[in-house]
């Protein structure tokens, strides 16, 4: 029994990394079920025993692209910091820093990012609590200057507002990264970006 376990496992594994290779590469719709059980040197009926479908597996990868965008964001919430000043100078600095750490992201890591926020999970399906929760993990990196600036906000409304402004930057950097409506280079799309979250930023401070 331990050593089927470690067996699974052992696949688990490497169907993830093979996958998670793919996804980086070419984007999670080149995703092929006897693609990866060739990779692997599995049976193709094999990845079943560990995944219930591919979705299940994509999602597997976006955990370690949550994982990659959290420990991006932080690093520039702590350099914004660093940098000193008042807590509110600092709060507004921060919320600048996150939008732009995650232009970087989507623009280095472009496969893991369209499989982050394209990939949709078949008819049906929820997404498994664990994802929600590193979902809100990302949030809160926004919520922290949300709370410097908007001291009075209870915790819902300060949560609501997160994904708002979240929802602004992903907008501008899809936008500007996909050229929906003028493909814009990236150093000057960094400076729209920080003109438009600085302006968020100094309203929040006002109100």
Known sequence: MAKASARREELRGKLIEAAEKTIVAQGHTALKARALAEEVGCAL???YTVFPDLAALVLAVNARSFALLSAMLGREAEAAAAEGGNPRAIANRTLIALANGYLDFAAEHGGRWHALF????????DLPEDHLRQQDALFQHLEAPLTVLQP??????????????FSAAHGMV?????????????????????LVVSAMGRGLEGS
């Open 45 to 47: 009926g094999a990845i």
């Open 118 to 125: 394209d990939f949709r999970l078949p008819d049906g399906q």
């Open 152 to 165: 009075g906000l209870a915790r819902d409304e300060r949560a609501l507002l997160a994904r708002s402004l």
């Open 174 to 194: 899809l936008l500007g990264l996909e050229g929906k409506l003028v493909q814009l280079p990236l150093p000057y799309l960094r400076e729209q970006i920080a």
